[in-house]
């Protein structure tokens, strides 16, 4: 299965759009790109996912590069509610999903 | 909609213990899951379920044992806890038919003494 590599932390000011990058380089036709996000303390929670076309649900943008080697989540109006660990997982299917240590979010006021 | 619950939400335990801790949902969801999660290794699969019966194990299935005689209800048993064993367990459930989301529960925070 595909390796992930994501920034360790991101800021993002209230209001903007959060742009969160995921470098999975070795990713095989097969696999799925998925997001999840942590908030403290709190289960995961699904964000949203994609196999080579671009996606949009009421949560978020998923925006894959042609060749599949990365992606970025884009949460288009961040609030404070958005601070989080976001998680970029490659797999093939979706049951034995890897969490590695994701991107702390942090939206400021 | 109660969705998926999980208890104890906090455990102490002393090792050597058996302990067992419970996920139960209410979605009918065809696949269960449990994960563990630690500082600095992110969240790891266990063991996961397809369906009432059947089960397979995760990254990290040594020292759990899971059962699933209900769709509902997927229990993790540690059958002798260690202090290796203290984490934050979550389960999770998909539903099966094309549908490739896990939703999580609030999670057990597990302490062995």
């Known amino acids: 299965d595909a390796k992930t590599t994501q920034p360790t932390s991101m800021d993002c000011a209230e209001g903007r759009a959060a742009n969160l990058p995921c470098n999975h380089s070795?990713?095989?036709?097969?696999?799925?790109v998925y997001w999840y996000r942590q908030i403290h303390s709190q289960g995961p929670q699904y964000i949203i996912h994609?196999?080579?076309n671009n996606e949009t649900n009421e949560m978020a943008s998923l925006i894959i590069t042609e060749d599949r080697k990365s992606s970025t989540l884009i949460l288009p109006h961040a609030t404070l509610r958005d601070t989080a660990v976001y998680y970029c997982?490659?797999?093939?299917?979706?049951?034995?999903?890897?969490f590695g240590t994701g991107t702390r979010l942090t939206v400021i006021p | 909609d109660a969705g998926i619950t999980q208890s104890p939400r906090y455990k102490i335990t002393e090792t050597g213990r058996q302990v067992t801790l419970m996920c139960h949902q209410t979605?009918?969801?065809?696949?269960m899951f449990w994960y563990r999660q630690d500082l600095g290794h992110g969240l790891r699969l266990i063991y996961y379920?397809?369906?009432?019966?059947?089960?397979d194990k995760g990254e990290v299935p040594d020292g759990y044992v899971v059962s699933r005689s209900k769709t509902e209800n997927f229990p993790l048993t540690l059958e002798s806890a260690t202090r290796s064993q203290t984490s934050v367990y979550f389960c999770?459930?998909?539903?099966?038919?094309?549908?490739?989301?896990?939703?999580f529960g609030p999670g057990t925070r597990l302490t062995v003494t």
């Open positions: 999770a459930s998909r539903k099966g038919q094309g549908r490739l989301e896990q939703y």
């Open positions: 070795t990713i095989s036709g097969n696999e799925y």
């Open positions: 994609g196999l080579k």
């Open positions: 997982i490659v797999r093939t299917g979706a049951n034995n999903l890897f």
């Open positions: 979605w009918s969801h065809s696949y």
């Open positions: 379920s397809a369906a009432a019966d059947i089960t």
